[in-house]
């Protein structure tokens, strides 16, 4: 790789711990301790990205991608929201739910969002930490698809390269910008690349 | 009451829904939708409650109180970490945990924080979206007991004051800023006092 890498590869890898089962830990700064700094400049950069692309709304999933898309609301100047497990009580009738099978839980938990957040034609801005699977994001589009709402970009802090889910979402079509693409880690080594 | 609502008790009149239960939406602001313009009020206001105070870290619980206490790092300047949930895969072998009992979602929650993230002798500021029975402070306050650390302030956005959190906290001395404390509040006609 001849080229510099940006801020977010840098601290992955002087912090990220490669773990057994594809696992890569990054609480030191993404998703536990949360490096608002850090936040900022991904934020930035998405805007950069997405110059252009028409932006009404942001959508995240809780928890670990509530952060960042905060700060990605600051940067754009457009209204967040994030979708809810749905095991709480206090649950609007009127929701739009999806299921989602947590890569990291190894579980399948119902999401939901409620029907007044979402509207018909709106642009909506997906913003996660990590993709892997794709699981969360093809939840996330699916409550955007009941809506009527339209997905103009997805921005992705963490993405594992070496499984389906980048693919799977750019061959839907949607513009991914993901900040880190993971291309190869060893959990022995501790090694990691980037595409 | 004479004096005049401040802006997070004005949004809640307007936009809070009072259910069967004594559960209150206000997911139009803080915890589906997030306005972050009135984050930065409640993070200013909270600077101001807890000027002089030592704060050396700001500490929250999935999900709700991440969005907050993100805004609130911003204008502390002090880094931000969250307890996450420990059903997760990835969890640290060197972990604090507590067991939440979650009014909303009526179950026991495990929840976790890295022991890199709480240090013996740090000053923490604890934030949540809400304070009802006390359950997740009581949480993050086991946790912080467990790693030698000392909490110099809470603050939370809405206190449920009709419920034995609030005295609860207040009366095992530590420093309670509720931004607003509802007294009452009544499914049938939908009112809301504060006190």
């Known amino acids: 790789m001849n ?11 002087k ?7 594809n ?3 990054v ?13 900022d400049w991904m934020a930035e950069e998405w805007k950069h990205r997405f110059e252009g692309y028409p932006i009404d709304k942001i959508v995240t999933i809780e928890a670990s991608g509530i952060g960042i898309a905060c700060i990605v ?10 979708a809810k497990r749905a095991d709480h009580l206090n649950l609007d009738d009127e929701v739009y ?8 839980h190894k579980r399948m938990t119902t999401v939901m969002i409620s029907k007044r957040f979402l509207n ?13 699977h794709g699981n969360a994001l093809k939840g996330l589009i699916s409550m955007a698809d009941q809506a009527g709402a339209k997905i103009t970009g997805i921005g992705i802090a963490v993405e594992k390269g070496f499984q389906e889910g980048g693919q799977l979402i750019r061959d839907m079509g949607y513009p991914l910008e993901s900040l880190a693409i993971v291309e190869s880690m060893d959990p022995a ?4 690349t980037f595409r």
Chains 1, 2 share one sequence.
């Open 97 to 104: 739910t999806a299921d989602v099978q947590s890569y990291t």
């Open 73 to 82: 609301s600051i940067h754009l100047g457009v209204p967040v929201i994030f």
């Open 3 to 13: 080229r510099e890498l940006n801020i977010l590869e840098q601290r992955i890898l």
């Open 27 to 39: 609480d030191t700064f993404l998703n536990q301790q949360m490096d608002i700094e850090l936040f």
């Open 23 to 25: 696992l890569l830990s």
């Open 120 to 132: 018909e034609g709106e642009n909506l801005l997906l913003i996660d930490d990590f993709l892997a």
């Open 15 to 21: 912090e990220g711990i490669v773990k057994e089962g």
């Open 189 to 192: 080594s501790g090694k990691i």
